[in-house]
């Protein structure tokens, strides 16, 4: 097969601001966690498939439920409105909860 060009796990670029790995990164419409640290100016490997335990604000969620990036305050949502769809609810999580595990949402 001469016309493959690599696994869509991961994609590789140049990321506009410095991140750790583990963050989320939004690159146009796909939505993938840095897997090292990233300074903003070298190329970089993010995940696009998987499922990551990402920060949240006050949100709840049930199983399976959309889940978005607030990126003014960097943390997941259920909140549409103005906030960009990264991936679905892996297990309920309760407000008090501090992180959400996100399958994400690419379908490449």
Do not use: C
Not at 20 to 38: F, M, P, R, W, Y
Not at 46 to 58: C, D, E, T
Not at 76 to 88: H, P, Q, V
């Amino acid at each position: 097969m001469t016309n493959f060009v690599q696994s869509s796990l991961i994609i590789h670029t140049i990321l506009a601001n410095t991140v750790k790995g583990g963050d989320l990164v939004v690159i146009g419409e796909l939505a993938g966690v840095a897997v090292s640290d990233g300074d903003g100016v070298n190329l970089r490997a993010v995940h696009l498939q998987g499922v990551y335990r990402l920060p949240k604000g006050s949100s709840t969620f049930t199983q399976g439920a959309k889940v978005y990036w607030d990126a003014t305050n960097s943390v997941t949502t259920s909140t549409a409105s103005g906030n960009k769809l990264i991936g679905y609810a892996f297990n309920e999580v309760a407000s008090a909860d501090t992180e959400v595990e996100v399958a994400l949402n690419n379908a490449i």
